[in-house]
């Protein structure tokens, strides 16, 4: 995704299918549509619920600043200007973290009753 800073003192990130060169047009046919081209527009959306900033906004907005974290799926964000605004940014969603209700009293007994079989069959 790219971060974009808005005049407002918003960040947004914009899905790079929104800038991809190649995007037709007309109305895209069935190869783009298969590769994931949009139809082009001269203007850039501006899709509220992509909004980094949330509901607030960074006075004087002068730089952003994005680095990895130690999950994959996560981008730690500073925006810097007057004010000052942090964020944790999943672009992909959360694809590597387990749910809070994963079952892992269950994973535990799965992988003690394999290591128990691998045991008990190695002899044969």
Known sequence: NLLIGLESGQVAS??????????PNGKPSKTEMMEGLMTYHAVLP????????VNGSVMGLETIHATSAVIESTSL???KGIDMF?????????FDL?????????LLMLLFGLTAALVATKGM
């Open 86 to 94: 942090f964020a944790r940014v999943t672009p992909s969603k959360t």
């Open 98 to 106: 387990l749910a809070a209700d994963f079952n892992r009293p269950m």
């Open 14 to 23: 914009l899905h790079r299918r929104f800038i991809d060169p190649r995007r």
């Open 46 to 53: 501006n899709i509220p619920h992509t909004m980094v900033t």
């Open 77 to 79: 964000v500073v925006s």
